[in-house]
């Protein structure tokens, strides 16, 4: 073995370094349905893990051993191109086997049912499924009948817990501790699935969380006087319909994209009027703070919710989101399916032999639903 090959097996075998409190909180989950039922420290705890994954994607040999010979599927009955490939790379670096099965291609064009596909994968004894589905709750329908682990890559206009916990670790990696950030979410609040797990995410972390779009797409439970009901978690999220009220010290704003695909007609007298209502522009961006950060969760209709030179511009991290969708996606891959979170040179290699039992399946008949 020459020298060169010896460094490069190291490196493979070296493994990410997380061994914290908040790491364990993640040991006895096995979904990632949205982040309602996260706690606090469990997002702290994927931000830890995430870490250390960037930590092993900045190393010339981007492999570790760690989810060797564990499968996972990724089922996406909608497009994408940021979620799914960065869910397959994550896995592919992490060593597992990673299958893509899309709706074209595949069964789901002979009519199969999404509970008989699922199962099919199931008996194929792979690990995990990584779904996207156009029906809200179609992931949570899944992880209550099934023994494998699932992961929610956007449900119809429900949530998209990954992406939420890549804008979190984007917004903390530049701007430390989400506690008493002014982050502002513009535009399709109403079929955002990233808007509403952002504001279970951001709201969890203590962020300070206004929402801001044309009264027709603001959900009908943020309208007046609904979140007075008893127990509703958003009470303290800020609606505003004027952007530049919206944006005036923010430290983040968000731009969403309109999610035309899912709107009913209506919502909007035109594109043209939208932008110039509530795009982002440079003009307006100047309301914020200096050191704002520019997001949007792609893809951008750029010059209808943001302008080509804000999403390219200084203040933009919006590439920079996409770049930590893998390391996030990799932390989440590697807590839910590797039997240990505490992974050594030593353990890695043993981990293969060992297979987690089953764990409970989540009440999920118990949810509330509320952003309706
Ligand atoms: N890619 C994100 C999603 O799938 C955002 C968007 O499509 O607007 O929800």
């Given at each position: 073995?020459?020298q060169?090959?010896?460094?490069?097996?190291?490196?493979y075998?070296?493994?990410?370094?997380?061994?914290?409190d908040?790491?364990?909180?993640?040991?006895?989950?096995?979904?990632?349905?949205?982040?309602?039922?996260?706690?606090r420290e469990?997002?702290?705890?994927?931000?830890?893990?995430?870490?250390?994954?960037?930590?092993?994607?900045q190393?010339?040999?981007?492999?570790?051993?760690?989810?060797?010979?564990?499968?996972?599927?990724?089922?996406?009955?909608e497009?994408s191109?940021?979620t799914?490939?960065?869910?397959?790379q994550?896995?592919?670096?992490?060593?597992?086997?990673?299958?893509?099965?899309?709706?074209?291609?595949?069964?789901?064009?002979?009519g199969?049912?999404?509970?008989?596909?699922?199962?099919?994968?199931?008996?194929?004894?792979?690990?995990l499924?990584?779904?996207?589905?156009?029906?809200?709750?179609?992931?949570?329908?899944?992880?209550g009948?099934?023994d494998?682990?699932?992961?929610?890559?956007?449900?119809?206009?429900?949530?998209?817990?990954?992406?939420?916990?890549?804008d979190?670790f984007?917004?903390?990696s530049?701007?430390?501790?989400?506690?008493?950030l002014?982050v502002?979410?513009v535009g399709?609040l109403?079929?955002?699935?990233?808007?509403r797990?952002n504001l279970?995410?951001?709201?969890k972390?203590?962020?300070?969380?206004?929402l801001?779009?044309?009264?027709?797409?603001?959900?009908s439970?943020?309208?007046?006087?609904?979140?007075k009901?008893?127990?509703h978690?958003?009470?303290?999220?800020?609606i505003e319909?004027?952007?530049?009220?919206?944006?005036?010290?923010?430290?983040?704003?968000?731009a969403?994209?309109?999610?035309l695909?899912r709107?009913?007609?209506g919502?909007?007298?035109?594109?043209r009027?939208?932008?110039?209502?509530y795009?982002i522009?440079?003009?307006?961006?100047?309301?914020?703070?200096?050191?704002?950060?520019v997001m949007?969760?792609?893809?951008?209709?750029?010059?209808?919710?943001i302008?080509?030179?804000?999403?390219?511009?200084a203040?933009?991290?919006?590439?920079?989101?996409?770049?930590?969708?893998?390391?996030?996606?990799?932390?989440?891959?590697?807590s839910?399916?590797?039997?240990?979170?505490?992974?050594?040179?030593?353990?890695?290699e043993?981990?293969?032999?060992?297979k987690?039992?089953?764990?409970p399946?989540?009440?999920?008949?118990?949810?509330?639903?509320?952003?309706?």
């Open positions: 073995m020459t060169a090959s010896r460094v490069e097996e190291r490196e075998l070296r493994t990410p370094t997380e061994s914290t908040g790491a364990r909180q993640l040991a006895g989950r096995r979904h990632v349905l949205d982040l309602d039922d996260f706690t469990e997002i702290g705890a994927v931000m830890e893990n995430t870490r250390a994954m960037k930590e092993v994607l190393r010339d040999i981007k492999k570790v051993p760690a989810l060797r010979g564990k499968t996972i599927i990724t089922l996406f009955y497009p191109t940021r799914r490939v960065s869910f397959e994550a896995g592919k670096i992490l060593s597992a086997d990673v299958i893509s099965v899309t709706g074209g291609g595949s069964s789901v064009e002979k199969e049912s999404l509970y008989n596909t699922a199962r099919t994968i199931q008996a194929m004894d792979a690990d499924i990584v779904i996207r589905h156009p029906q809200s709750g179609a992931p949570h329908f899944l992880a009948r099934l494998i682990s699932i992961i929610n890559a956007g449900d119809g206009t429900h949530a998209h817990p990954t992406q939420a916990l890549v979190i984007t917004m903390e530049h701007l430390g501790p989400i506690e008493g002014k502002v979410i399709d109403l079929y955002s699935r990233v808007a797990s279970w995410g951001l709201t972390m203590g962020a300070q969380v206004v801001c779009g044309p009264p027709t797409l603001i959900p439970d943020f309208q007046n006087g609904h979140r009901e008893v127990g978690p958003f009470t303290n999220v800020r319909t004027n952007v530049e009220r919206a944006l005036d010290g923010a430290d983040v704003v968000m969403l994209r309109l999610q695909e709107q009913r007609a919502h909007l007298p035109s594109l009027e939208y932008s110039r209502m795009g522009n440079s003009k307006r961006l100047q309301l914020a703070k200096p050191n704002v950060l949007h969760p792609g893809p951008m209709n750029e010059g209808v919710e302008d080509s030179e804000v999403a390219h511009g203040r933009s991290v919006i590439e920079e989101q996409v770049t930590n969708g893998v390391a996030v996606r990799m932390a989440l891959l590697y839910l399916t590797a039997p240990t979170l505490h992974a050594t040179p030593d353990t890695v043993s981990q293969q032999l060992s987690p039992g089953p764990k399946r989540p009440d999920i008949t118990s949810r509330r639903v509320y952003l309706k």
